[in-house]
């Protein structure tokens, strides 16, 4: 079975900090993937998607992750924080081609953004 | 704009009870889904619809069923509650049949069984 897996779970930065966040996934196969992000009493939305293409993606608000595939990797990343970033951030991936339509969702990461 | 919305922000219940939770999409998706979040572990699949009256199994559907009469509303039913279905419940929807796209949330259901 699939898994997803970030290994920081939880996370305290001062503002302006640069933020990496690490995602790794396990299935060798065609992926699509996804960085979601919950802030404070709100849905959850997306950040950003890599389907194909660049393996750099640029999302909403200064976000980017990088897509790795010799390292099954696609961390996010920001190169200065603000306190509004408090959110838990979620990575997820689907695999086209097993015909998982569903994500499978990493365990999140807490971050807190100290003013 | 894609509107999930969810019957309930929050819900008490009794162990015991028959728990509906309902969930509406409003974008003509073909595919919803019910996942449960909790600290730690992340979000995880207990079932998804791909069409009406369809359904299949996610990775945790022990306890829970679905129904989907409606293309636009995709219910999650606890049979029997039991405490260890105290969780947050969402909802999701997305356009996609053949590939994993991008999925719409809803605000989610916490829900309590006492």
């Known amino acids: 079975a699939q898994s997803v897996s970030q290994h920081n779970h939880h996370v305290i930065l001062s503002e302006a900090a640069s933020l990496e966040l690490g995602c790794n996934y396990s299935y060798g196969g065609t992926v699509n993937l996804f960085w979601y992000v919950q802030y404070p009493g709100q849905h959850l939305q997306l950040l950003l998607k890599y389907f194909s293409g660049d393996p750099l993606v640029k999302g909403i608000k200064g976000f980017e992750a990088e897509f790795i595939k010799s390292k099954f990797s696609f961390n996010l990343r920001k190169p200065s924080v603000q306190w509004s970033d408090t959110a838990e951030y979620f990575c997820a991936v689907t695999s086209p081609d097993t015909g998982r339509r569903a994500l499978t969702f990493g365990s999140g990461t807490r971050l807190q953004v100290q003013p | 704009d894609v509107k999930v919305t969810q019957s309930s922000r929050y819900l008490v219940k009794r162990t015991g009870e028959k728990v509906f939770l309902e969930c509406v999409q409003d974008m003509d998706h073909e595919n919803m889904f019910w996942y449960r979040q909790d600290p730690g572990l992340g979000l995880r699949l207990i079932y998804f619809?791909?069409?009406?009256?369809?359904?299949e199994k996610g990775d945790i559907p022990e306890g829970y069923s679905v129904s989907r009469e409606k293309k636009e509303r995709f219910s999650l039913i606890l049979e029997s509650a039991s405490t260890n279905q105290t969780s947050m419940y969402l909802c999701?929807?997305?356009?996609?049949?053949?590939?994993?796209?991008?999925?719409?949330f809803g605000p989610g259901t916490r829900l309590t069984v006492t």
């Open positions: 999701a929807s997305s356009p996609d049949r053949d590939r994993g796209g991008e999925q719409y």
């Open positions: 619809s791909y069409d009406v009256k369809m359904k």
